[in-house]
């Protein structure tokens, strides 16, 4: 069995978890759930099965002082950045270089830095079976979730649920993918979840560092051309302009689409493990813990009235009265009101805040 290597994809802003996310201090880097920042329950939780020093993050500019001081057993040289955030493609592309230089024959192991694992002996489990799967078999493989509602946030993964001469490893719980579906209305999430051969997609993918290179060149070639520019430029004088240069040229497209769609004999392991990548204050209200009236507070918040309402505050003094199914979030410079089940549009607030060019709050 070769080396095992981790890549923790770590550059995103967390635009639905505005005001607390911002581009100085994203989602990954903040406690939102106990005592520890997300990015470091993600290494934790990789203990016993990938060694930290076979652990690269890839993060930005701006975030990287920020991650290498919350994870200083991550060797610095582990930490690759990138000039401008292009989506999970060219950030998988880009750390596949400086893993094969280090060691050609590995097996990366790709993960988010902003997800919530409650089961960890479980996703170990899952995660031994899909390294060896993905070192006997050369393929791609993927991990998906159980669903357990009809969740619109999340793409969906479409398994073959009877065993075929193409898969020996079905009975090991090791299913063929027959395609991916991008985030569904509420209707078809509904079909998905009655057809019984649909899981969430989780955004872990577990390949050798070969195969992916050899994927991408093949789904996305002209993203493959700058990835070799790089690549002749690691360890020079000329590494930063070219990959600069490259970022300017190489399109934003998530791995999911421009590979995963595309590629043949595609593996996928059913994932039981207490998962949610957190994404957007619903999410949090739901992982939360309740008082009698459904309500979730941090903060010093007075409630009267109050039901099913999600309340935060990080200095000031809260006061509800006679609201309920509410999301509240109050910053030093920043207030969110949103009505509970609409926190998926909370990037919208982001994306004007943009446009008017009020940085101050980004």
Partial sequence: M????????????????????????????????????????????????????????????????????QLP????????????????????????????????????????????????????????????????????ITVGIHPTRPETGYGYIQFEDTDNRKNPYFSRGVYSVKTFAEKPNEETAKRFLRSGDFVWNSGMFIWKVDTILNEIKKSLPEMYDELMKIDAAIGTEKYDQTLELAYKLIRRISIDYGVMEKAQDVFVLKGNFGWSDVGSWDEVYRLSGKDESGNSVTGKVFLQNTKNALIYSQNKFVASIGIEDVIIINTDDALLVCKLGDSQDVKEVVDYLKRKQMNEYL
């Fill in 73 to 140: 057993s991550i060797a610095g040289d582990n930490i690759i950045v990138e000039p401008v955030g292009r989506n999970t493609a060219p950030c998988i592309g880009l750390s596949a270089l400086f893993l094969r230089r280090i060691d050609p024959d590995a097996i990366m192991v790709v993960l988010p830095a902003d997800h919530i694992i409650q089961d960890e002996e479980e996703f170990h489990k899952v995660l031994r079976l899909a390294i060896w799967v993905a070192y006997e078999s050369g393929k791609l």
């Fill in 2 to 69: 070769p080396n095992v290597y981790a890549v923790i994809m770590a550059g995103g802003v967390g635009a639905r978890f505005w005001p607390r996310s911002r581009e100085k201090s994203p989602k990954q880097l903040l406690e939102i759930f106990g005592n520890s920042t997300m990015i470091f329950n993600t290494v934790k939780r990789l203990d016993n099965i990938i060694d930290r020093q076979n652990i690269l993050i890839v993060t930005n500019k701006i975030q990287k002082p920020l991650v290498a001081k």
